[in-house]
């Protein structure tokens, strides 16, 4: 047999010819979509107006996943993998900071708003509940809003909330 037959042969056997893959290529769940209202470049406000950090939301994984690239004015960044299971048929998230700071959120789609809630000890070893809610506003921004609770969701204390806004195109004179 001929070296390239027999390569073409390997390839084949392997799985590595490139019209197999793509006709094998699995297609993300539906439900892969609900969190597409983050996508995209965003100026983050706080609730004073001021300009807190950019974050860069995109699509990854052939489109099973998100990916969120955040950086904050004061130099802070973090990027968090955000992914419908549907093993469990949740959203999930996993958040790292720049300063070393771990977070996995589990939720999903809650009267059209994103709501993640995580699991996090206190440095004394006291458990405590953070939720961060995602609601998409009619016109085109998301108001992003975290809360804690320490009676395992009875009661919640707001937290940080952000405006999320898409940067403005500088307007050309004429």
């Given amino acids: 047999m001929r070296a390239p037959l027999r390569l073409a042969l390997a390839f084949f056997a392997l799985g590595l010819t490139p019209s197999l893959r793509a006709q094998t290529a699995p297609v ?23 300009l807190v950090g950019r974050n860069k939301i995109e699509v ?9 690239n955040w950086a904050a004015v004061g130099g802070n960044t973090g990027k968090s993998l ?9 959203w999930q998230q996993y958040w790292v900071g720049s300063g070393g700071a771990t977070t996995e959120y589990k939720g999903g789609l809650v009267d059209g708003k994103m709501v993640l809630v995580a699991e996090q000890l206190a440095p004394n070893g006291a458990s405590y509940l953070v939720r961060c809610t995602w609601t998409p506003n009619p016109d085109g921004t998301v108001l ?3 809360e804690n609770s320490n009676d395992g969701g009875k009661t919640w204390l707001a937290g940080f909330v952000g405006l999320y806004k898409h940067p403005q195109t500088p307007q050309k004179s004429p």
């Fill in 144 to 146: 992003q809003q975290f």
């Fill in 60 to 68: 990854v994984s052939g489109g099973f996943a998100l990916l969120e």
């Fill in 28 to 50: 993300p769940p539906l439900e892969a979509h609900q969190f597409d209202f983050w996508l995209g470049e965003w100026e983050v406000y706080g609730p004073q107006g001021r």
């Fill in 82 to 90: 955000n992914n419908y299971k549907l093993a469990t048929k949740q």
